[in-house]
């Protein structure tokens, strides 16, 4: 069965202030735990915030960042990589084969 992903802005006006700041940060798998909380703990001594923090299917966090650390995460040699985050949903319609 097919799905679809959707979300639920609907401009591109919308999604730009949809995400702004809000970001996954994925680590590599290899990346041992302590540097993932280190990394955490920079992010809130610069004003930032953790959300929800990744440990099954990823290594990493939620986080809303500041533009000057979001450019310093897309540098660190353990970030696997970083993302837009916000709110999706999905559905599923069957195709009646």
């Known amino acids: ?9 609907t401009t591109a006006t919308d999604w730009l202030g949809w995400f702004e700041g809000k970001y996954v940060v994925a680590f590599k798998a290899d990346t041992p735990q302590d540097v993932i909380d280190k990394a955490a703990k920079d992010i809130e001594a610069q004003g930032g915030k953790i959300g929800h923090k990744y440990d099954t299917v990823m290594k990493g966090f939620a986080a809303t960042l500041p533009d000057n650390l979001l450019t310093t995460f897309k540098a660190h040699d353990k970030v696997d990589y970083i993302e837009a985050d916000g709110e999706v949903s999905a559905y599923a319609k069957t195709l009646g084969i």
């Open 1 to 9: 069965m097919p799905f679809l992903w959707t979300a639920s802005a």
